[in-house]
């Protein structure tokens, strides 16, 4: 499936040795050391002294850092940035999908998917993010919509876990389309893009069509991505329609098994959460964006295991997602344990190394894929193992970033993609966006609404 070296045994001679800076070879548990960092095709190949002969990059006065994942992304939204609005403001979640975003991604067709994923994709990848999970949503323009992305994010170099959101809001030949969208992109796998089965939220599914959405991930071998309990009104809907709370109705079909990724679970109740930790599933945190949709607080940012962190479409900016989570907790609460964020991320790369069957991805030991961010950040107090927590949440920021490296390539120098021509994406997004938002215009609030919340 993928011809690239999977085992030390098997790396080819070094490629390049990163030498003199700060390296932390790991988040879970923190692990920092003074090292150069010897790569070799796609791996890290070693940590020591720079072999003679191998090509050396400069790091003194870095941190090298483990690339960082965001584990739930909506790459379209990256051109809903100061979009126009002129419906009455939205008042509770359900109108902030029905009046934003069901109209946003109705006006997506293919060339303005290419536009998001290329703007949205650069944008995480500067900022020192090197995988992304994304949950994609096109209704007029579903079929091939997964490769438009991956090959947008193959110009820029990025690592991907993609899915098409599957929805019974617009028709069940809508819904029928997204799933065979995944089904054939998940049949595909490329050297730095897998596809898992997506599905939207409890409340815009059948019962018919989350059993097959659970049916075909089974038989494909994937998990389903999909938002839970994000706000109150999908556990109202499906305990109105269905008679069950969220968890337990996506648990009957099949859905909650130990490759899902569950976004959200704010409004979940113990018993929810203890079928999810049962079924070792992993739960993603998107703070930023529970903020400002104003949803609540998940009770799985405090727990300990598979909780991984995301930002949900606010931005590609995973430096920025965990230090805005860590003082999210701080202000419910003091008892937050430091390294937080370095867990959460940790979980992130967890579960993207799951899905490629990498266990190394998000460390930087030997064998692992060689996906890393380097940093301009000559400590200003010391900086070790026990304190590298502190460093992330009060010193570290993308603004930082200074080189990237994905499996073994340099895809970011000196804060510039190495692959692309950043003013022409620049530029492309700008034009393809005035396109968008002029056919969003004409595109009324979407009339789905979720049951037990009419009005
Ligand atoms: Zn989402």
Known sequence: MDPLPHTPGEMGSPTVALCGGTVVTSLDPPEVTTTDVVLAGDRVAALGPAPDGVPRRDCSGTLVVPGNVCAHHHLYSALARGMPYHLAAPTDFTEILQRVWWRL???LDPAATRASALRGGLDALLAGTTTIVDHHAAPNAIDGSLDVIADALAELGLRSVLCYEVSDRDGPERARAGIGENLRFIAQPRPLARGMMGAHASFTLSDETLTACAGGAGDAGVGVHIHVAEDAADQRDAVTRCGRRVVERLHGAGVVGRRALLAHAVHVDPDEARLVGEADATVVCNPRSNMNNAVGHSPFTRRDGRVALGTDGIDGDMFAESTSGFFREREAGLAVPPDWPLLRLAESARFAGAVYD????????????????????PPPTPLATDNLAGHWVFGLSSVQVRDVYVAGEQVVADGRSTRVDESEIAAASRDETARLWQRLEEIPAHPFTPMGDEH
């Not at 990498?358 to 380097?374: N, S």
């Open 105 to 107: 991604d109705r006006a």
């Open 358 to 377: 990498e266990p190394g991805l998000g460390t930087l030991r030997p064998g692992a894929p060689a996906d890393l961010v380097v940093l301009d950040y």
